[in-house]
């Protein structure tokens, strides 16, 4: 079975400091690698996706994300985070036709103005 | 486009009562999926329609509940009988058929079971 691991759990960080939120997985077949974002009071929404292609995967609001194959990882980074990216941030994973898809446990962060 | 629609927002039950969720994917979306999050716990799947079929029901505690997407748009999630443990959100998104698609997320229903 698929699963995937989210070690932060909780992180704070000052604004302008810098992010990484570590995402590993464990799939043998081709993965689909996804991060959602929940801010307080909102629904889930997408933040980016890899697919194919470039591992380096960039999304809305200055969030990237790199594909590491042989490490298994899909981390989310950002240079400069801002107090708007206090939020939840899901790591998420599915099988390449799109069933079984997989949500990490989450990283709550909390950015200090 | 108007978004993934759930009701009631809210439920407090018994245990062993039953209770039922609604949810109105965005139009033309033909997969939807039903989640349970569990408080710390990341989005958990529990059964994943495409149209009025069903593509993965893996993670359905069948024993109680079930869940049915009869004409191939909205859908409904019961549980019957209730436990303490079900206590949880529960979430429905819905997107366009494949992988590649972004899953679109309702509000949730928040279920306490007392």
Known sequence: ?113 | EAGVAQSPRYKIIEKRQSVAFWCNPISGHATLYWYQQILGQGPKLLIQFQNNGVVDDSQLPKDRFSAERLKGVDSTLKIQPAKLEDSAVYLCASSLTGAAYEQFFGPGTRLTVL
């Open chain 1, 1 to 113: 079975a698929q699963s995937v691991s989210q070690h932060n759990h909780h992180v704070i960080l000052s604004e302008a400091a810098s992010l990484e939120l570590g995402c590993n997985y464990s799939y043998g077949g081709t993965v689909n690698l996804f991060w959602y974002v929940q801010y307080p009071g909102q629904h889930l929404q997408l933040l980016l996706k890899y697919f194919s292609g470039d591992p380096l995967v960039k999304g809305i609001k200055g969030f990237e994300a790199e594909f590491i194959k042989s490490k298994f990882s899909f981390n989310l980074r950002k240079p400069s985070v801002q107090w708007s990216d206090t939020a939840e941030y899901f790591c998420a994973v599915t099988s390449n036709t799109g069933n079984q898809f997989y949500f990490g446990t989450g990283t709550s962060l909390t950015v200090i103005p």
